[in-house]
T-cell receptor, first 111, second 117 residues
Framework: QKEVEQDPGPLSVPEGAIVSLNCTYSNSAFQYFMWYRQYSRKGPELLMYTYSSGNKEDGRFTAQVDKSSKYISLFIRDSQPSDSATYLCAMSAIGGNKLVFGAGTILRVKS | GAVVSQHPSRVICKSGTSVKIECRSLDFQATTMFWYRQFPKQSLMLMATSNEGSKATYEQGVEKDKFLINHASLTLSTLTVTSAHPEDSSFYIC?????????????FGPGTRLTVL
């Protein structure tokens, strides 16, 4: 079993839709949770960063962490064609020096 | 935000040759840099952690004699793929951390696509 599971998609939605992206994990030591966006043939770009459980909002993006279920989500409101990319979840433990990534979900927003 | 560059962006080489990839933090000092490998439609796999002025720490299964890492300054780390073979063809991405804590943000470079013929 992988430490971090993420549905690779692709997820195809119409412009303006609300998008929900999710990851599950098995290591209860993970405390820091991140979402990265990666455009084709580019490096990942940090979108959201949360610590422990709870919600965090930044513009059209909302990150949620449910540690009891070992489940994290990224919501994108009013999705735009420019949001089309691969979204990677990543997490690390306190004192841990490395990030563990999910496989990434390909998102396609159609105009 | 912090910027990390990589050079070259893509390289094609013959089997048996060595290839050097540079990773630079342009507007901040990075005591720690990371090297990842990404296969098509797969996630990033950490290869090694590089600390300025010390030896790199390699992940299990990564050959340190094949993937030589040098972190000579606070803004530059290099990855040299020695005696490259077609199975080494991949997308190599570096990241640089802007602080000394494991939870400080990692900023990623744009990646280097290596093709070994």
């Amino acid at each position: 079993q992988k430490e971090v599971e993420q549905d690779p998609g692709p997820l195809s939605v119409p412009e303006g839709a609300i998008v929900s992206l999710n990851c599950t994990y098995s290591n209860s030591a993970f405390q820091y949770f991140m979402w990265y966006r990666q455009y084709s043939r580019k490096g990942p770009e940090l979108l959201m960063y949360t610590y422990s459980s709870g919600n965090k909002e930044d513009g059209r993006f909302t990150a949620q962490v449910d540690k009891s279920s070992k489940y994290i989500s990224l919501f994108i409101r009013d999705s735009q064609p420019s949001d089309s990319a691969t979204y990677l979840c990543a997490m690390s433990a306190i004192g841990g020096n490395k990030l563990v990534f999910g496989a990434g979900t390909i998102l396609r927003v159609k105009s | 935000g912090a910027v990390v560059s990589q050079h070259p962006s893509r390289v094609i080489c013959k089997s048996g040759t060595s290839v050097k990839i540079e990773c630079r933090s342009l507007d901040f000092q990075a005591t720690t840099m990371f090297w990842y490998r990404q296969f098509p439609k797969q996630s990033l796999m950490l290869m090694a952690t590089s600390n300025e002025g010390s030896k790199a720490t390699y992940e299990q299964g990564v050959e340190k004699d094949k993937f030589l890492i040098n972190h000579a300054s606070l803004t530059l780390s290099t990855l040299t793929v020695t005696s490259a073979h077609p199975e080494d063809s991949s997308f190599y991405i570096c990241s640089a951390r802007d602080g000394g804590q494991p939870t400080d943000t990692q900023y990623f470079g744009p990646g280097t696509r290596l093709t070994v013929l």
